[in-house]
């Protein structure tokens, strides 16, 4: 079975083996991204820090990431959202990602948000959303 096969799978341990490598394909990466929007955190999670080590190591996450941003699965877009901001300093772009998972039923989920949403850098951007929020946002994201 191929590590994209088992990453397709949502298998932890090819996660963690895709993790301490140096190099991925697309369709590996693809597979990983897809394990960002899973029920599980258990596999959310490790998915987003394995795309933070395959960053350090050079390989270029950001493409796959930012097609994750743009997914139907709010999950999926979420994950990518963090996956970013383990990267560095989170990008301005994905604020409206941000902003929608505040109004998520999962509260881990708009905890994690918010902490992302404190670490951008463009503070009046982060106001104006927060005020469009509180005008028009769900009892959630007020």
Do not use: Y
Not at 25 to 40: D, K, M, S, V, Y
Not at 116 to 131: K, M, N, Y
Not at 133 to 138: C, I, V
């Amino acid at each position: 079975m191929t590590l994209q096969t088992r990453l397709e799978g949502a298998e932890p341990a090819a996660i963690a083996e895709l993790a301490a490598r140096h190099d991925a394909t697309r369709e590996e990466l693809a597979a990983l991204a897809a394990c960002l929007g899973h029920p599980r955190k258990a596999i959310q999670r490790p998915a987003a820090e394995a795309f933070a080590n395959l960053a350090a190591r050079g390989v270029n996450v950001t493409d796959v990431l930012d097609a994750a941003l743009a997914s139907a699965d709010p999950r999926r877009r979420f994950g990518a959202a963090f996956a970013l901001s383990l990267l560095g300093p989170p990008p301005p772009h994905t604020l409206p990602v941000l902003c929608a998972t505040l109004g998520s039923d999962d509260g881990d989920m708009r905890w994690a948000a918010e902490k992302i949403v404190l670490r951008l850098a463009d503070r009046g951007a982060v106001q104006r959303a927060l005020a469009e929020l509180l005008r028009a946002g769900s009892p959630e994201q007020r």
